[in-house]
T-cell receptor, first 115, second 112 residues
């Protein structure tokens, strides 16, 4: 069974469009994350939700809006897509945030290409 | 603020020889540190983690890493490389709130 799943795996779209990426985890974790990996493989956190509450919001354009309908899902909606949004987006989850350190479990990634 | 520097962007080894991936970190407090591996077109998989227990940490697939506070290092090693070890490796430091800061990655090439 897939622990952290993302859909779609590949997404090709034109500039100016609006698109969403979905993420689901079946691990019973409380915290979920979105990361962006650029063409040079550099990974940077974008958002983190704990029990549907936003706890990390890095300097990300407000065209990016995460939505967590329940603690097992964290979707990423992107408005007015730009060429620079092309990247691989990874969803991850962990048991909890706070003082205790837990490893994060990553999904397979969504490769977004904006033309 | 936390930061991570992976000293080698590429490492090439022959199958059966040792692998060393170097990582230095900076942190304003005693950090938690991880190594993740990413195989081509795959997600990231945890190799091992250090969370202020034993300084020598053993992970999966024969990898281990040693935390050296005096050197602010967390180098990853494996005694004998296998072809399946060819991948991208990320050294990661954890800040408050489970916020991970990733190094730039080291691509490992294993030659037969």
């Amino acid at each position: 069974d897939t622990a952290v799943s993302q859909t779609p795996k590949y997404l090709v779209t034109q500039m100016g469009n609006d698109k969403s990426i979905k993420c689901e985890q079946n691990l019973g974790h409380d915290t979920m994350y979105w990361y962006k990996q650029d063409s040079k493989k550099f990974l940077k956190i974008m958002f983190s939700y704990n029990n549907k509450e936003l706890i990390i919001n890095e300097t990300v354009p407000n065209r990016f809006s995460p939505k967590s309908p329940d603690k097992a899902h964290l979707n990423l909606h992107i408005n007015s897509l730009e060429l620079g949004d092309s990247a691989v987006y990874f969803c991850a989850s962990s048991p909890s945030s706070g003082r205790t350190t837990y490893e994060q479990y990553f999904g397979p990634g969504t490769r977004l290409t904006v033309t | 603020a936390q930061s991570v520097t992976q000293l080698d962007s590429h490492v090439s080894v022959s199958e059966g020889t040792p692998v060393l991936l170097r990582c230095n970190y900076s942190s304003s407090y005693s950090p938690s540190l991880f190594w993740y591996v990413q195989h081509p077109n795959k997600g990231l998989q945890l190799l091992l983690k250090y969370t202020s227990a034993a300084t020598l940490v053993k992970g999966i697939n024969g990898f281990e890493a040693e935390f050296k506070k005096s050197e602010t290092s967390f180098h990853l090693t494996k005694p004998s490389a296998h072809m399946s070890d060819a991948a991208e490796y990320f050294c990661v430091v954890e800040a408050a709130g489970n916020k991970l800061t990733f190094g730039g990655g080291t691509r490992v090439l294993v030659k037969p």
